[in-house]
């Protein structure tokens, strides 16, 4: 059973650009999130899809946008890229049902030039 | 949510108990307690929740205080690879989980 897979695993972009990264969540999740960590800090959270809806959103511009598709997984979207924006990009999948945890991918490395 | 508070870092002799502290005061009753932890920028792996029941399995124990606001963490024979920053979270349900700044473990040899 594989778990949350997340790519690409690194990226290097220049500042203006957008950038995609994608996410699969543990088989028979529904519910995926997002988190950005800088280095040296905690995951910061972005937002949440359940049912191919936007659920929660944290403290995030709205550059940064995302999609839920029918089969749970999910993409992350940042537009207009700047020098700040390069962190560690975790996706997370659970259930929406109490009492369940969340298992996290290993992350995608964002760099903005 | 309900925040958490947690020692910025700790030092344990490999080993030895290592017991990490947790303080969620403002916990409400749907909120389970969940641990978490992160080795060197890698995507943070689960280790235990609970709710109010104290908690065990092969990695670790949670010790929850009767009223809820505190929670302990304790990994019973910590080894050099249990260095890690370790978080304390709450969380209803299927909700966003909200790090704090965690607790950084040394395990020392």
């Known amino acids: 059973d594989a778990g949350v897979t997340q790519s690409p695993t690194h990226l290097i972009k220049t500042r203006g650009q957008q950038v995609t990264l994608r996410c699969s969540p543990k088989?028979?999740?529904?519910?995926v999130s997002w988190y950005q960590q800088a280095l040296g800090q905690g995951p910061q959270f972005i937002f949440q899809?359940?049912?191919?809806?936007?659920?929660q959103r944290g403290n995030f511009p709205d550059r940064f946008s995302g999609h839920q598709f029918p089969n749970y997984s999910s993409e992350l979207n940042v537009n207009a890229l700047l020098l700040g924006d390069s962190a560690l990009y975790l996706c997370?999948?659970?259930?929406?049902?109490?009492?369940?945890?969340?298992?996290f991918g290993q992350g995608t490395r964002l760099t903005v030039v | 949510d309900a925040k958490t508070t947690q020692p910025p870092s700790m030092d344990c002799a490999e080993g030895r108990a290592a017991n990490l502290p947790c303080n969620h005061s403002?916990?409400?009753?749907?909120?389970?307690v969940y641990w978490y932890r992160q080795i060197h920028s890698q995507g943070p792996q689960y280790i235990i929740h609970?709710?109010?029941n104290n908690e065990t399995n092969e990695m670790a124990s949670l010790i929850i205080t009767e009223d809820r606001k505190s929670s302990t963490l304790i990994l019973p024979h910590a080894t050099l690879r249990d260095t890690a920053v370790y978080y304390c979270?709450?969380?209803?349900?299927?909700?966003?989980?909200?790090f704090g700044a965690g607790t950084r473990l040394f395990v020392k040899a």
């Open positions: 997370a999948s659970t259930l929406v049902t109490p009492n369940t945890e969340a298992f």
């Open positions: 088989s028979g999740h529904d519910t």
């Open positions: 899809y359940y049912e191919e809806e936007e659920r």
């Open positions: 403002t916990i409400s009753g749907n909120e389970y």
């Open positions: 609970g709710l109010k």
């Open positions: 979270i709450v969380r209803a349900g299927g909700f966003k989980t909200i």
